[in-house]
């Protein structure tokens, strides 16, 4: 893996704009908005609306820094889940949550692929109004 390490420091909706301007750098122009997406969206965005409405401010920050309109950042994201709904997977990852007094840590395993090595990195998101747990993934 190489050194490269992708670091966001703010709030949800600070953290999702400097991510939307990473993927804007990378060529992102566009988000799918899978078929059928309309039929779930409503009951979709009223679940993140109650349950997770940091998620939706992250989303927000997504579409200033993509410069894409909040609703259709907001609709691809939230039905996303649409594109593979109908497809088994080829494999299976596994996931782990580990929670004690040093915090909470989440394990998940990938198909490794030696090939993805050069364009891997290290993200981590820290959230300076605590709003969250601070996170460390990788991006390979």
Not at 43 to 58: G, M, R, S, T, V
Not at 66 to 78: M, T, W
């Amino acid at each position: 893996m190489t050194n490269r390490t992708l670091s966001f420091k703010g709030n949800h909706k600070e953290i999702g704009k400097q991510i939307g301007e990473q993927y804007k750098a990378w060529g992102k122009m566009e988000v799918r908005v899978p078929p059928y997406a309309e039929s779930y969206y409503p009951k979709q965005l009223e679940i993140y609306e109650k349950f997770f409405p940091q998620y939706i401010e992250f989303l927000e920050g997504l579409s200033l820094g993509l410069g894409i309109p909040k609703d259709k950042i907001i609709l691809s994201y939230l039905t996303g889940f649409l594109n593979g709904a109908n497809v088994k997977p080829k494999n299976k990852c596994s996931a782990f949550v580990l929670k004690n007094i040093n915090g909470i840590l989440i394990g998940r395993n990938y198909d490794w692929m030696q090939s993805s090595e050069l364009i891997s990195s290290l993200v981590t998101l820290e959230f300076t109004d605590k709003s969250a747990n601070n996170l460390i993934s990788f991006r390979g």
